[in-house]
């Protein structure tokens, strides 16, 4: 099925220019970042005892307060002083940066899910904390990481209002 059969030209010119390849630059260049990032701020704040820890996933849940609408300002005024403006950096970046609250708290939601039984007994085998990271939290955490990359990418995907006031002309298109 077409997704608009009225008016072929517009959707051929949509689906078949630079604006469908600077979706997915966008989307493939912030999911990951998202990712990272959040997974590794999440596993510190489960594992991490200090209370600097718990201060930033405070933080975190703030961030949550934070509507996009209400920053925009801001945002497009870092984005000028940093000379990214009219660029896909300038969307992806702010774009990474308002998806990761929520997605470390999923991911905080789910690593304090995993037995302190496994950490300690990777921990009797000599582990540190990275190995524990890579060999444990990262393959338990597969479902959450999937569910999390979904959610991101249609936010990122859907995400109109960073490259209406972050973006001006058509030449800042990836290819053409």
């Not at 009225?6 to 078949?16: G, K, Q, Y």
């Not at 990214?84 to 950096?89: E, G, H, Q, V, W």
Request: proline content about 9%; aromatic content about 12%.
């Amino acid at each position: 099925m077409w997704p608009c059969p009225r008016r072929p030209p517009i959707c051929r010119s949509t689906w078949s220019g630079p604006y469908l390849l600077n979706s997915l630059v966008v989307t493939a260049g912030a999911t990951p970042l998202t990712l990272s990032v959040s997974f590794l701020a999440a596993y510190a704040i489960v594992r991490g005892t200090s209370r600097a820890l718990r201060w930033t996933f405070s933080v975190f849940l703030l961030g949550l307060a934070n509507p996009l609408q209400a920053t925009i300002i801001p945002v497009y005024y870092l984005i000028a002083k940093a000379q990214m403006y009219d660029t896909l950096l300038a969307i992806v970046l702010p774009s990474a940066a308002f998806v990761i609250p929520i997605t470390v708290i999923i991911m905080v939601n789910f690593l304090r899910d995993i037995p302190d039984e496994l950490y300690e007994s990777m921990r009797a085998e000599g582990a540190g904390h990275w190995r524990m990271l890579w060999n444990l939290a990262l393959p338990l955490s597969r479902p959450a990481l999937i569910t999390v990359t979904i959610y991101d990418a249609l936010n990122v995907w859907n995400g109109f209002l960073f490259p209406l006031v972050l973006t001006q002309s058509p030449d800042s298109a990836c290819c053409r």
